[in-house]
């Protein structure tokens, strides 16, 4: 972890109020303006004559590199990860998703069409494999047919060396000599023997010696192979934990699209940022081309609500609307207590959007969990009438067949 600014200053003369206290030698107005731009890396920490050793090597050892970060292509990055949980901040480039390929293989052609055309969507995000890792010898060729596919490859060709490891010991071992022969771009592959706790406790040991102790043979991120010799239910098993912990590249063994949709899914789950939630574009939504009588819904732009209801809405055998207020990605409640769904900001997109112009009928139906606003929005909107509808969207097929 980086210093934060307020454990720089303790160290500084202005906090214990000693010689030199905000004498501006640094160039900042005080020492606290100094440690915040330290902490942030925007001042030299020998500006400062009166920074103390002890801060000297503690800024040291905290400004090592976790765990460097290696470009697999022109937009595939590895690695990069400084935090053991995502709940410390987040995390930063997602598990990479490779399959095996053997070069040679009379069917590559065809397999690789396979892989580099499937594509899944959820909450509104695409997701393609990212990587063939290639065995064999026809390296050349095959790679510059994945290229052309938009496939990252990773195999004996690239300019980064894979340094392999049967266990931990081992690993650290081959990557220190990798280090010491003048190795820069390194990933580590751990061997996987088919015991994944095993695995999944050496994955722990090494992000812990990279994210907390900075211990350099194991700052690269770590790439396990999952070998094809057992049944697809162990090997989703085993994708979906080394996923977790905490492999930054995971090998498949075989392309197969009931596994990918699966270990796709939870990687969206590990890799979306709390801080920042998935939304989907404010505007009007229109479902099974619906007419100018249409019942008219409303919510906010958080993701998962409004796949929620547009699943609903999709499934009905008639047509809707769904006006989706802009809320910073946030539910219905939690934008309420936000103050992002206000009666004026939904009278205002309401007016925006230009319902009024889309739609003859004149009522708007709310999310169930805002029934206590609709006096409020009723107020603010008097054109529309405003009619609380259900809490969950699965109720909502059902409350507008009753009309
Ligand atoms: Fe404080 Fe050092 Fe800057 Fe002086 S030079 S103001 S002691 S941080």
Redesign the pocket.
């Known amino acids: 972890m980086s210093l934060t600014g307020m454990q720089i200053f303790k160290y ?3 906090a214990k109020k000693a010689e ?7 160039g ?1 107005p ?2 606290m303006a ?1 440690a915040l731009k330290l902490a942030k890396k925007q001042v030299d920490i020998q ?5 103390p050793q002890e801060l000297k090597e503690k800024f040291s050892e905290a400004s090592k590199t976790q765990q460097h970060e290696i470009k697999l292509s022109s937009t595939l990055v590895t690695g990069g990860e400084n935090v053991m949980y995502r709940h410390d901040k987040t995390f930063v480039n997602r598990t990479v998703i490779a399959i095996s390929l053997d070069s040679n293989d009379k069917d590559f052609d065809k397999k690789l069409e396979q892989i580099s055309n499937y594509c899944i969507e959820r909450i509104g995000e695409e997701f393609k494999v990212d990587a063939i890792y290639l065995t064999g010898t026809n390296l050349e060729t095959a790679a510059q047919k994945a290229e052309a596919k938009g496939l990252a490859v990773i195999s004996t060709l690239t300019p980064y060396t894979i340094v392999k490891g049967d266990d931990l010991d081992a690993l650290e071992q081959n990557s220190q000599s990798a280090l010491n022969q003048g190795g820069k771009d390194i990933i580590l592959e751990l061997g996987y023997n088919g015991c994944l706790q095993q695995t999944v406790q050496e994955l722990t040991l090494i992000r812990r010696a990279a994210i907390i102790k900075r211990h350099e043979p194991l700052t690269y991120p770590v790439m396990v192979k999952i070998p094809s010799d057992t049944d697809i239910l162990k090997i989703t098993a085993a994708a979906s934990v080394l996923l977790c912990r905490y492999a930054n590249i995971i090998v498949l063994p075989y392309f197969n699209a009931a596994l990918l949709s699966a270990i796709f899914t939870l990687r969206q789950n590990i890799y979306t940022n709390p801080q920042k939630p998935l939304q989907v574009e404010a505007k009007i939504y229109e479902f099974n081309e619906p007419d100018k009588n249409a019942p008219v819904l409303l919510t906010t732009n958080f993701a998962l609500t409004y796949f929620a209801v547009a699943a609903e809405l999709e499934s009905l055998p008639f047509g809707s609307y769904l006006v989706v207020t802009p809320s910073d990605g946030m539910s219905v409640l939690t934008a309420w207590s936000a103050d992002k769904f206000t009666a004026e900001l939904v009278a205002r997109s309401v007016e925006n959007f230009g319902l009024a112009q889309k739609v003859n009928t004149r009522k708007i139906i709310i999310p169930g969990l805002l029934s206590h606003m609709q006096d409020e929005l009723q107020e603010a909107m008097p054109q529309w009438e405003i009619v609380t509808g259900t809490i969950e969207a699965c109720q909502i097929p059902e409350f507008l067949k009753q009309g």
């Open positions: 500084l003369p202005g030199g206290t905000n004498c501006k030698l640094c900042c005080t020492c100094f500006t400062c004559p009166h920074v």
